[in-house]
C-alpha cells in the first residue's frame, strides 16, 4: 500500500485494507492499476500481493492485473464457513425421467425462513453467468433456489470464476447463506474451489450473463481463502457463510473451480417464520428466525391484524417465540400479521412491512350426532 499511498491520498482514499473486487489481467510488471482515474503501475510481486486479497487472483508466473476495482474492508472479511445440518426433507426423493440414480435425484426440503426460495413467495429464479449445457433437464441456474437438493436439480457452472445471483424480491436483514453439492444423492464431485459471496439493494440487469455494473452494485460479505476452506465439499454436506447482518435484496455467488456444482442456494436471516392460532379465538402464537429483543418484541402496536382484530398484550414465550393476545378472531377466514419496528437480540431490524398469512381454524372439539332406522 506504501507504494500507491500519495496517490492515493489524492483521490481521498485512506491507508487500510482493501479487498479486490473486479480485475482484467495482462502480462509482465510494469503493467498499470488503476483506481479511478489513476493508473498505478505495478512494481513488484509484493506490492501486487498485498493488494490482492483472493488467492486466486495472486501473481501466477509473470500475470499482474489491471483495471482493479477496490473496496474498502473496515472489518476483516469472514473466511472460514461452517459445517451445519441441511433442512429436513419434506418428500421422498425421485428420480428425473430418462436419468439414472444418484444422477437423477431430486427431493423437497422445508423452505420456511429461507428468503432465497421461490416458493416462499417473493425470491426470483437464479439467474446465472453460464451453465453446463449437457444435461439441461438436470442442471439450470433456477434450480439453485427452487426448494429442492439433489444434483437433479442444481446448478453447474461452464466457466472459471462464474457466478450465480437471486433476486429476494425485496430488501431483507441476512446474515447467513447455505450451500450445498448433493444433499439427496450424496455425490462427491465439481467441487466449488474458493466462494465469494457478495450483496446488493439495486441492481441494473437482473438476466443470465449479465454482470455489467456488478463492480458498483455489489458488495463482498463472505470469501474463502486457503488453507481455511479447501474449496471442497464433503459427500451431502452443508456449509454456513455467515456475515455481519446486512441490507440486501440480490445475493451472488461466485465459485472459482471450472463446473462447480450447487444444488440449492439458501439465504437466511432475522424474519417471522409462522403465525398460528390453533384454534384459539383470542391468542396467535408468532415464531421467530432467531431470539428477538425482549422490549421491541413485546410491544403490542408492533403488530398489526387485518380483519379489525386488535393486538391488546404480547408475551415473551421463549427466546424466538412470543404469543400476541387479541379481540377475538373469527373462525373459518384468513388473515395477515403485519410485524414493524422489531429487532433481534442482535439488534438487527425486522424488514420493513414483514407479513405472515394465518388462517383461523374452528376452536374446540365440536360433536355431533347421527341417528339411522335399524332395520325391524
Excluded at 479447501?230 to 465459485?255: D, H, M, N, W
Aim: net charge neutral; hydrophobic share 35%.
Amino acid at each position: 500500500m506504501q507504494t500507491f499511498n500519495s496517490q492515493l491520498s489524492k483521490l481521498g482514499v485512506e491507508r487500510g485494507t482493501w479487498n479486490v473486487r473486479r480485475f482484467s489481467p495482462v502480462h509482465g510488471l510494469g503493467s498499470r492499476l488503476k483506481f479511478g482515474d489513476v493508473y498505478f503501475t505495478m512494481t513488484s510481486h509484493n506490492t501486487l500481493g498485498l493488494l490482492f486479497s483472493r488467492a486466486s487472483c495472486i501473481l501466477v508466473g509473470h500475470l499482474v492485473a489491471t483495471e482493479v476495482i477496490l473496496e474498502a474492508a473496515s472489518v476483516p472479511i469472514p473466511a472460514k464457513p461452517t459445517a451445519v445440518f441441511a433442512a429436513p426433507l419434506t418428500g421422498p426423493a425421485i428420480c428425473r425421467p430418462g436419468y439414472v440414480a444418484p444422477d437423477c435425484l431430486v427431493a423437497p426440503f422445508d423452505i420456511r425462513g429461507n428468503f432465497a426460495a421461490v416458493g416462499n413467495g417473493l425470491a426470483k429464479p437464479a439467474v446465472s453467468k453460464d451453465v453446463r449445457p449437457d444435461p439441461p433437464s438436470l442442471h439450470r441456474p433456477e434450480f439453485a433456489n427452487d426448494g429442492q437438493y439433489g444434483n437433479g436439480s442444481s446448478w453447474v457452472s461452464h466457466s472459471p470464476d462464474s457466478w450465480i445471483k437471486i433476486d429476494l424480491g425485496k430488501v431483507m436483514s441476512a446474515d447467513r447463506v447455505r450451500l450445498g453439492r448433493d444433499r439427496v444423492g450424496l455425490l462427491d464431485n465439481h467441487d466449488p474451489g474458493q466462494i465469494t459471496l457478495q450483496t446488493a439493494l439495486s441492481e441494473n440487469a437482473y438476466t443470465n450473463g449479465d454482470d455489467s455494473n456488478d463492480a458498483t452494485e455489489y458488495t463482498t460479505v463472505f470469501q474463502t481463502r486457503a488453507p481455511n476452506f479447501p474449496g471442497t465439499f464433503g459427500p451431502g454436506e452443508s456449509l454456513e457463510a455467515a456475515f455481519p447482518p446486512v441490507q440486501a435484496r440480490y445475493i451472488k455467488v461466485q465459485v472459482f473451480n471450472f463446473a462447480a456444482a450447487l444444488d440449492e442456494i439458501e439465504v437466511f436471516g432475522f424474519s417471522a417464520v409462522t403465525a398460528k392460532t390453533r384454534g384459539n379465538q383470542n391468542a396467535v402464537t408468532v415464531q421467530f428466525s432467531q431470539p428477538v429483543d425482549p422490549v421491541s418484541a413485546t410491544i403490542p402496536q408492533n403488530y398489526g391484524i387485518s380483519g379489525g382484530v386488535g393486538v391488546q398484550g404480547v408475551l415473551l414465550l421463549e427466546t424466538a417465540k412470543v404469543r400476541l393476545f387479541t379481540t377475538p378472531i373469527p373462525a373459518g377466514q384468513p388473515y395477515t400479521l403485519t410485524l414493524t419496528e422489531i429487532k433481534s437480540s442482535r439488534n438487527e431490524d425486522l424488514p420493513s412491512g414483514s407479513q405472515l398469512k394465518f388462517f383461523q381454524t374452528q376452536s374446540g372439539i365440536t360433536r355431533k350426532e347421527y341417528q339411522y332406522a335399524l332395520p325391524q
